[in-house]
T-cell receptor, first 114, second 116 residues
Framework: GENVEQHPSTLSVQEGDSAVIKCTYSDSASNYFPWYKQELGKGPQLIIDIRSNVGEKKDQRIAVTLNKTAKHFSLHITETQPEDSAVYFCAAPTSGAGSYQLTFGKGTKLSVIP | KAGVTQTPRYLIKTRGQQVTLSCSPISGHRSVSWYQQTPGQGLQFLFEYFSETQRNKGNFPGRFSGRQFSNSRSEMNVSTLELGDSALYLC???????????????FGPGTRLLVL
């Protein structure tokens, strides 16, 4: 099955700085990589995803890069704001006919210091 | 469009009891997955249902079970509760496309279960 490693587990940045979170995966057949943001007391919310036919995707201050050869993908948040403080999870699907399962990283707690 | 809803939001049970959690997916979504989230283990996959059939199951004991109804709503049941079952139980729905496309999963707010 899929194994997803996520680093760092905690990250503190000053407001306005950039934050980078990295994930590696093991299943070379994986072709879809979502990132979720989870705020206290809420379920994970999808913030961006990328499919394996592209190397980078941007959405305003958030970007994700994918290196299929090295089997790693990263989340980049620029011009961080206090409301970016949350736990971020990367995920990758476990391949299998007729089923769908996401394997998640352990999460990164991001703190943006005003 | 309404999001994924889960009921109840909070639940307190004692060891040995059983519990049933409910999930209503986004309208039109036919795939429903359940995850357990704990501080120590993170997000772990429980099972996935599509068209009332369980298609995939994670590494959890048989005390954890689920089902899906014809309207795609899903329930999960945990029997003979243990202290270690205390967790946030999350439901996620997705719009499955035949052919195996991996579609986005949307999560509900979760049910916080505390076992005393």
């Amino acid at each position: 099955g899929e194994n997803v490693e996520q680093h760092p587990s905690t990250l503190s940045v000053q407001e306005g700085d950039s934050a980078v979170i990295k994930c590696t995966y093991s299943d070379s057949a994986s072709n879809y990589f979502p990132w979720y943001k989870q705020e206290l007391g809420k379920g994970p919310q999808l913030i961006i995803d990328i499919r394996s036919n592209v190397g980078e995707k941007k959405d305003q201050r958030i970007a994700v890069t994918l290196n299929k050869t090295a089997k790693h993908f990263s989340l980049h948040i620029t011009e961080t704001q206090p409301e970016d403080s949350a736990v971020y999870f990367c995920a990758a699907p476990t391949s299998g006919a007729g089923s769908y399962q996401l394997t998640f990283g352990k999460g990164t707690k991001l703190s943006v210091i005003p | 469009k309404a999001g994924v809803t889960q009921t109840p939001r909070y639940l307190i049970k004692t060891r040995g009891q059983q519990v049933t959690l409910s999930c209503s997916p986004i309208s039109g979504h036919r795939s429903v997955s359940w995850y357990q989230q704990t501080p120590g283990q993170g997000l772990q996959f429980l099972f996935e249902y599509f068209s009332e059939t369980q298609r995939n199951k994670g590494n959890f004991p048989g005390r954890f079970s689920g089902r899906q109804f014809s309207n795609s709503r899903s329930e999960m049941n945990v029997s003979t509760l243990e202290l270690g079952d205390s967790a946030l139980y999350l439901c996620a729905s997705s719009l499955w496309i035949s052919g195996g496309a991996k579609e986005t999963q949307y999560f509900g707010p979760g049910t916080r279960l505390l076992v005393l």
